[in-house]
């Protein structure tokens, strides 16, 4: 069974536009944790962010902000006034044992000028 | 730090031959995992080790894929033979603690192998 859906492919938008990403996760533990990893064209995966179960606390870096909501089992992404930089493929994971990753399917994000 | 240095970046090489990944985690990581990215499933999960240990390689497809861990600083991925199947972005990734489930895991720049 998937762990992690990301329902959206794609996404275009033009500079300056607000992106939000939608990560859905699935896990019977009550401890767990979930990630989002940025893969720009240039193919390396980049962390972003890790958040564990017990902290429903939404969290901002700069441009990036980062909505967890156990009731929905969803861990969504937001990338305010978006740039051309930000075009990537952006993954979410869910870590609920030792040590596996799950990967979501991932999301592009193309910024246009 | 430098991060996870992978080599090399891109391989090409002819069905049958044997391929050799390579891979330096981060210094004072103690958990090492391979991972496989393919447009049809995704980033999967190969094998981890944990203090050069392997832990879990059931997600190694056959028997042509073997990894090793010699010490702290090293590890390789070798498929032999290699298949066009194969063909795939491989990365290798390290974190601290045990395992990835509270520590963040960081990737190296990946090896994309092709194979004809």
């Known amino acids: 069974a998937q762990k992690v859906t990301q329902a959206q492919t794609e996404i275009s938008v033009v500079e300056k536009e607000d992106v939000t990403l939608d990560c859905v996760y699935e896990t019977r533990d009550t401890t767990y944790y979930l990630f989002w990893y940025k893969q720009p064209p240039s193919g390396e995966l980049v962390f972003l962010i890790r958040?564990?179960?017990?902290?429903?606390q939404n969290e901002i870096s700069g441009r990036y902000s980062w909505n967890f909501q156990k009731s929905t089992s969803s861990f969504n992404f937001t990338i305010t006034a978006s740039q051309v930089v930000d075009s990537a493929v952006y993954f979410c994971a869910l870590n609920d044992n030792d040590y596996k990753l799950s990967f979501g399917a991932g999301t592009t994000v193309t910024v246009r000028a | 730090d430098a991060g996870v240095i992978q080599s090399p970046r891109h391989e090409v090489t002819e069905m049958g031959q044997e391929v050799t990944l390579r891979c330096k985690p981060i210094s004072g990581h103690n958990s090492l995992f391979w991972y496989r990215q393919t447009m049809m499933r995704g980033l999967e999960l190969l094998i981890y080790?944990?203090?050069?240990?392997?832990?879990?390689d059931s997600g190694m497809p056959e028997d042509r894929f073997s990894a090793k861990m010699p010490n702290a600083s090293f590890s390789t991925l070798k498929i032999q033979p290699s298949e066009p199947r194969d063909s795939a972005v491989y990365f290798c990734?390290?974190?601290?603690?045990?395992?990835?489930?509270?520590?963040?895991?960081?990737f190296g720049q990946g090896t994309r192998l092709t194979v004809v």
């Open positions: 958040r564990n179960s017990f902290d429903e």
């Open positions: 080790f944990n203090n050069n240990v392997p832990i879990d």
């Open positions: 990734a390290s974190s601290s603690g045990t395992g990835t489930m509270n520590t963040e895991a960081f």
